[in-house]
Every structure is written in structure tokens, then in C-alpha cells.
């Protein structure tokens, strides 16, 4: 465990040192050459800085996240959640950073969940992010809300890339991406998955992953109890 650990670090110095390079590189550059940059490339180098600044804060959020979440300090805030507006808030935020993705959302329910809205939209955003990182090549997301008994039922699916089955569970390890098969492409500390998971688990819901070969594509399935009055009364008193 002590050199899965100590590769982790290892990797997440790696993830943070690359941003703050990036945003020093880019910032001296517009400095140094302010007079002698066109408007365009002054908006290209900005942007630039903008996306490496916003990678940071989420690999600075995920090492607080899990470090709550290991010491079992995160606090849990439930309440009645409309799903339709969660999904689609946090695929407005992410498709922010995808500006040319196309987000496919189905509603086909309309029944609230009792859950963290917080941590709910935390689980949103980083499986679409984990989705459009993984899309790049169809640059296409498709998301559908369903219901089944007293759980609604959410699946976020990307094309491109198929995972194998004996990797279903590993994914949600947390040090699992340090040898990762899609490491090469993709950039990540390898938290989003095991920080998506152990939130769904603190609001009893549940995550789990298929996948397609014709055409390959990848699904994760969330699964989060419906609102109940009486239920809802029995867990808030837990």
C-alpha cells in the first residue's frame, strides 16, 4: 500500500505541477510581449490560463473531498431534489468547458430524490466531465433520468472508449488510475470516480459501469431513492 500511496503523490505533484506551469509560462509570456501580441492570441493565452487555473481547483477540491470523506467528516444535507434541474445545471456548467460537445439530456421522470443538493451536483459534474474527457473524438454526451420502483435512475453515456469488464470495479479504486489503460490520453488524478462513489454511498445511492463494443461506448448508472415523506423524516433523524 505504501508504493501505491507514494505513486499516487508522485502523480498528483505531477497533475498540479503541469497547470502551474502552464498559467506561469503563459502569464510572463503576455507580460513580456504585451505591445507585440495580436488581440486573437492575447484571448488564446488567456483561455489557456483560464482552463489550467479551473484543472487546479478541482484537483485541489478532489484532495479535500476525499480527505472529508476518509475521515468521515463530510457533512451530509438531505432534502427534496428535482433531478431535471440538477441535470441540467451541472451540464450547463460543464459544457462550459466543452463549448462544441453536445449534451443529449432525456427527462422521462419528473419525481424528486431525497438527497445532498451540494454533493448531488458534485457527482453530476464529475461524471459529465469524466464523460466529455472521454468523448473527444464523437464529442457526444447522452444523459437520461428514469424511474424504477422507489429509486430514479440516471445514465450518463460517451463513445469512443470501451472499458473491459474485469476493470468495472477497479475504476472506483482510488489509486486505481496510476495504472490506468487510459491514462495516456486522458489528464486526472484518478480521485473523480472513488469521490463519486462514496458520495452516492453517503446519500444511499449507488454507481455502477457498462459498457459497449458496437459502437464502443461507456455507461455509468447512478441509482438514488425517491423523496418520501417518511423516509425522508427517518433519515434526516439518523
Not at 484532495?63 to 457533512?75: A, M, Y
Not at 473523480?192 to 454507481?207: A, D, P, R
Request: proline residues 2%.
Amino acid at each position: 500500500m505504501k508504493n501505491i500511496k507514494d505513486e499516487f503523490i508522485s502523480t498528483l505533484s505531477h497533475e498540479i505541477r503541469t497547470p502551474l506551469t502552464s498559467i506561469k509560462g503563459f502569464s510572463k509570456t503576455i507580460l513580456d510581449n504585451w505591445e507585440s501580441l495580436s488581440d486573437e492570441q492575447k484571448k488564446k493565452f488567456l483561455k489557456i490560463i483560464q482552463e489550467q487555473s479551473q484543472r487546479l481547483i478541482n484537483l485541489v477540491e478532489n484532495v479535500l473531498n476525499v480527505s472529508k470523506i476518509d475521515s468521515d467528516r463530510g457533512d451530509i444535507v438531505l432534502k427534496k431534489i428535482s433531478l431535471k434541474d440538477a441535470i441540467n445545471n451541472a451540464s450547463s456548467l460543464v459544457k462550459m468547458n466543452y463549448g462544441d460537445f453536445d449534451y443529449d439530456i432525456k427527462i422521462c421522470s419528473n419525481e424528486p430524490v431525497l438527497a445532498d443538493e451540494n454533493k448531488l451536483q458534485q457527482v453530476l459534474i464529475n461524471l459529465l466531465d469524466n464523460a466529455s474527457k472521454y468523448s473527444k473524438n464523437s464529442k457526444k454526451v447522452e444523459i437520461s433520468l428514469t424511474n424504477n420502483k422507489n429509486s430514479a435512475i440516471i445514465c450518463i453515456k460517451n463513445y469512443g472508449v470501451q472499458i473491459e469488464e474485469k476493470y468495472f470495479d477497479k475504476i472506483f479504486d482510488k489509486f486505481y488510475r496510476i495504472e490506468n489503460i487510459l491514462n495516456s490520453t486522458t489528464q486526472g488524478s484518478g480521485l473523480g470516480l472513488y469521490i463519486t462513489k462514496k458520495l452516492l454511498e453517503q446519500m444511499k445511492g449507488e454507481i455502477t459501469v457498462r459498457s459497449y463494443d458496437e459502437p464502443k461506448s461507456t455507461e455509468f448508472v447512478v441509482t438514488l431513492p425517491l423523496y418520501e415523506v417518511e423516509q425522508a423524516l427517518k433519515r434526516v433523524s439518523e
